[in-house]
């Protein structure tokens, strides 16, 4: 597990490695933090709003 700097930073291993198992190009995930500090999944998008231009350069980026 990585360290986190904050505890209001999830942490997205297991989040991500489910997210993964979707196939999807683009995907954008929200999670909330219960009043007992677990983080909760609440919605998966497909990225239709997380689209690029055809014409744009590709670049690598990771929140963690």
């Known amino acids: 597990m990585k360290s986190r700097k904050h505890d209001w930073e999830p942490d997205l291993s297991g989040i991500a490695e489910l997210v993964v198992k979707l196939g999807c190009r683009f995907v954008?995930?929200?999670?909330?933090?219960?009043?007992?500090?677990?983080?909760?999944?609440?919605?998966?998008?497909?990225?239709?709003?997380?689209?690029?231009?055809?014409r744009?350069?590709?670049?690598s980026?990771?929140?963690?």
């Not at 995930?29 to 999944?41: F, I, K, N, S, Y």
């Not at 980026?61 to 963690?64: D, E, K, R, T, V």
């Open 28 to 54: 954008t995930t929200d999670v909330v933090r219960r009043d007992d500090g677990a983080w909760r999944v609440v919605e998966v998008g497909d990225g239709q709003v997380s689209d690029r231009p055809g």
């Open 56 to 59: 744009s350069i590709p670049i």
């Open 61 to 64: 980026s990771s929140a963690h």
